[in-house]
């Protein structure tokens, strides 16, 4: 018998439909992730079983062409290979045969349904990868894998943290959640209360990945900001009498309306002084404005949280109709009192920017300077970038550029370290060199 030509090796993957493809799994992978886990009930495998979704997209897209809607096709398939996994589990069919009889006659039974609950898949996902049988750090790295689809690298730079010491925090998180049993749930009482701070804390840095790219070629990932809203908005609804969670939701509102202006025709980073505030949206900006409002409402007297004095200070600058009408005293006020409430070397070193709008470079500088030696900020590139705008504004032009090329080789946002490149250039320019 002669033997059988071999099989054709499959087509590579034109590179629109290779683009293509990656941008809807970055898009959809976070609701495929949350729809397969509440069929398998293990996020590990949820997420095996959308990489395996991925997969047969890579076989069958560039041989068939794009679907009318990518997401949707992946979101078919994953969840079909979840329910056949379900199907093939042996439990699963011990019970089946067990009850399957009954089956045939009996009515599903109505499972009872509370008010309190939202059914939405995403929003479960966050409330278990934020379960506390994970630490704080595994909670952060998990989620942001999941739900923001960050890669492990991009956590790693967005935390200053090496890669493997992330990529360990994520398997052994997912380990953990499969052996403690932890339910896909959104949890009630004392459980949800207990997991609150991590939930915000989570959607917070979903939203900032998406507001300014840590890595890659665009500034904004507005996907990413758009989930974080949603959820915040969500939650507010979940629980109207938790005053950080209107504050965090304000806050998202107003950074959300300046987007359409943060960038150019390009692509390229508008500084806020610059942006055309025209193009803000006044709609986001009133729902902020009625989110802190009910966060004041909901709060003891006197004491507003992180996220609510976050967001006061963005209503500071929605309120600013020019750049110059900008209310900074008013700022560094509330940088102070966030820094007393949330210490923090970023916090001061946002505080340091009002400071300058208001007494002016000099001692601002100095708040600047004291921050070189912490550990947290070594890498952070917005360190340079502040020290090098306070020189420039002293006419330390010199000294200027040497911080923004700093800040520009610390980047990792390739749209930014332009910015800084060219900021850099216009020191040396009003330098001579």
């Given at each position: ?5 071999a ?5 590579a993957a034109p590179?629109?439909?290779?683009g293509a ?8 992978s976070?609701?495929?992730?949350a729809a397969v886990a ?7 495998i949820a997420?095996?079983l ?6 047969a997209a890579?076989?069958q897209w560039p041989?068939d062409?794009?679907?009318?809607n990518?997401g949707a ?11 056949d ?7 699963y069919?011990?019970?089946l045969r067990e009850i399957g ?5 009996a ?9 309190d ?5 995403l929003?479960?996902l966050?409330?278990?990868?934020c379960?506390p ?6 909670r952060?790295?998990l989620t942001?894998?999941?739900l923001?689809g960050?890669?492990t690298a991009?956590i790693?730079r967005?935390?200053l943290t ?9 398997v052994?998180a997912k380990?953990?959640l ?6 896909f749930e959104?949890?009630y009482?004392p459980d949800?209360e207990a997991?609150?701070?991590?939930v915000?804390d989570?959607?917070y840095?979903i939203?900032n ?5 840590t890595?890659?070629?665009d500034w904004?990932?507005?996907?990413l900001c758009?989930d974080?809203?949603r959820?915040?908005r ?5 629980m109207?009498?938790?005053p ?9 509102e107003f950074?959300a309306?300046r ?5 150019g025709p390009?692509?390229e980073?508008?500084?806020?002084g610059?942006q055309?505030r025209r ?6 900006i009133a729902?902020?404005v009625?989110?802190?409002g ?18 006061a200070?963005a209503?500071?600058h ?9 209310d900074w005293a008013?700022?560094?006020?509330l940088?102070?009192l966030l820094a007393a409430r ?5 916090v001061?070193l946002n505080r340091?920017?009002?400071?300058s709008?208001?007494q002016?470079?000099?001692?601002a500088?100095?708040i600047v300077?004291s921050?070189?030696?912490e550990p947290a900020?070594?890498?952070y ?5 502040v020290?090098?705008?306070l020189l420039?504004r002293?006419g330390?032009t010199a000294?200027?550029?040497t ?11 390739e ?8 900021r850099a250039?216009e ?5 001579g060199a």
């Open positions: 018998m002669e033997p059988q030509p099989a054709p090796a499959a087509p590179a629109e439909t290779k493809l990656e941008t809807v799994f970055r898009l959809e976070p609701r495929v992730v509440r069929i398998v009930r293990d996020v590990g997420e095996e959308t990489q395996d979704a991925l997969v890579l076989e041989r062409g794009l679907p009318d990518p096709w992946l979101m078919a398939t994953a969840r079909h290979r979840a329910v996994l379900v199907r093939r589990r042996e439990t069919a011990r019970k009889r009954s089956l045939e006659t009515a599903p039974p109505e499972e009872p349904c509370d008010p609950d939202i059914d939405d898949d929003l479960r966050v409330f278990t990868t379960h049988v994970l630490s704080a750090e595994a952060t790295a942001l894998r999941l923001g960050l890669t991009e790693a967005a935390f090496p890669e493997p010491t992330v990529a360990q925090r994520i052994r380990r953990t499969a052996t403690r049993n932890v339910a959104v949890p009482g949800r997991r609150l701070g991590s915000l989570v959607i840095l939203f990945e998406g507001y300014a790219a890595a890659g070629d904004l990932r507005p996907g758009e974080a809203l959820l915040a969500l939650l507010s609804g979940l109207p009498k938790e950080e969670v209107h504050g965090l939701t304000a806050l998202l950074q309306s987007a359409a202006a943060r960038t390009n692509g980073p508008v500084l806020l610059d055309n193009r803000w949206n006044r709609m986001l729902r902020g009625s989110a802190l009910r966060a004041d409402a909901a709060s003891s007297p006197g004491a507003p949280g992180p996220y609510a004095l976050q967001a200070i209503a500071c929605a309120h600013a109709y020019t750049y110059e009408e900008t008013t700022i560094a006020t940088y102070g949330a210490p923090s070397p970023v001061e340091a920017v009002a400071v709008m208001v002016g470079p000099s001692p500088l100095t300077d921050l070189a030696a900020l070594r890498d590139h917005l360190l340079p970038s020290r090098g705008d420039s002293l330390r000294e200027a550029r911080e923004f090329e700093r800040a520009a080789s610390l980047a990792r946002n749209r930014e370290r332009e910015l800084l490149l060219r250039g020191c040396g320019r009003a330098d």
